[in-house]
């Protein structure tokens, strides 16, 4: 199976002036474990995870003052929609993340998540054994 059937492309996209708790208020409505960053200013696309909040919570930062750019992953590995899930699985495993931008050219096409792995694969192990 390929990234592109396994991701998410309802993707939640915030700035680098949003607030960690606006961001973290977004994420939890939506559901999801992280948020695309778009800086307009920046050539790059970042990430931002449950676990950079978790982060600056515990090191007592204030979330209504501390902005999502200072807490983010700019360094990021992005995933193409012709991966398959199993490659993206192993990214995932070498790096150390939950999260993969999925990028088709230059465009943000999705998130695929450990989560999504786990359910196609929970999915494909249903179907082999019925």
Known sequence: MQVREAMSSQVLVVGPEHTLRQAARMMSARGVGSAVVIDPESEGIGIMTERDVLKAIGAGLDCDTERTGAHLTWDVVYAAPEWTVAEAAA????????HLVVLDGREVAGVISVRDIMRV??????????
Do not use: P
């Not at 694969?121 to 019925?130: H, I, K, P, S």
């Open 121 to 130: 694969w929970a999915q494909g192990e249903v179907a082999a054994t019925t």
């Open 91 to 98: 990214a995932m495993a070498r790096g150390g993340f939950r």
